[in-house]
T-cell receptor, first 110, second 114 residues
Framework: KQEVTQIPAALSVPEGENLVLNCSFT??????LQWFRQDPGKGLTSLLL?????REQTSGRLNASLDKSSGRSTLYIAASQPGDSATYLC?????????FGTGTRLTIIP | DVKVTQSSRYLVKRTGEKVFLECVQD?????MFWYRQDPGLGLRLIYF???????EKGDIPEGYSVSREKKERFSLILESASTNQTSMYLC?????????????FGPGTRLLVL
């Protein structure tokens, strides 16, 4: 059974810093990995999707990497802003469904 | 623009009531999903559907059922609500394909069972 882990559960950093969020998964037989953002009390918004054959994907200040063989992904956020404060979840897609991590709650301190 | 709507943002029900949560999408996606989200447990898949009138159990289907009579609508039913079903419920959709498609989420329904 696929298990997805995100450490740390919470992270606070000063505005302007670069930061990295981590995600690990136990079964490397995946089709893709997605990073989502969730604001308090809201649904999830997809940020990036990395196909299993890709190593990284970029969107603006966000860069996600995937190392399928080691079961790891990172989400790099450059020049963080207070508006980046949210919970970030990673999810791996296999067997027609997504398995989610429990998320990292990110707070950017102005 | 992609749109997934859920019938209620907040719902308060009593133990033993039958509860209906509805999800509607306008993207003509084949796949639809119901999750619940609880602190420390993350999102857990309750049921999903590949097509009209089709349904598959997810990881935690006990105490729930679903209905998909039309492609755009996927309903989650709590046959007899219990306090341990107090949670945030999230609906999602995805186009059937090669596994490279993004999953889109609704805004969620926060259910309180008293």
């Amino acid at each position: 059974k696929q298990e997805v882990t995100q450490i740390p559960a919470a992270l606070s950093v000063p505005e302007g810093e670069n930061l990295v969020l981590n995600c690990s998964f136990t079964d490397s037989a995946i089709y893709n990995l997605q990073w989502f953002r969730q604001d308090p009390g809201k649904g999830l918004t997809s940020l990036l999707l990395i196909q299993s054959s890709q190593r990284e994907q970029t969107s603006g200040r966000l860069n996600a990497s995937l190392d399928k063989s080691s079961g790891r992904s990172t989400l790099y956020i450059a020049a963080s802003q207070p508006g980046d404060s949210a919970t970030y979840l990673c999810a791996v897609f296999g067997n027609e469904k997504l398995t989610f991590g429990t998320g990292t709650r990110l707070t950017i301190i102005p | 623009d992609v749109k997934v709507t859920q019938s209620s943002r907040y719902l308060v029900k009593r133990t033993g009531e039958k509860v209906f949560l509805e999800c509607v999408q306008d993207m003509d996606h084949e796949n639809m999903f119901w999750y619940r989200q609880d602190p420390g447990l993350g999102l857990r898949l309750i049921y999903f559907s590949y097509d009209v009138k089709m349904k598959e159990k997810g990881d935690i289907p006990e105490g729930y059922s679903v209905s998909r009579e039309k492609k755009e609508r996927f309903s989650l039913i709590l046959e007899s609500a219990s306090t341990n079903q107090t949670s945030m419920y999230l609906c999602a959709t995805r186009k059937r394909g090669t596994g490279l498609e993004t999953q889109y989420f609704g805004p969620g329904t926060r259910l309180l069972v008293l």
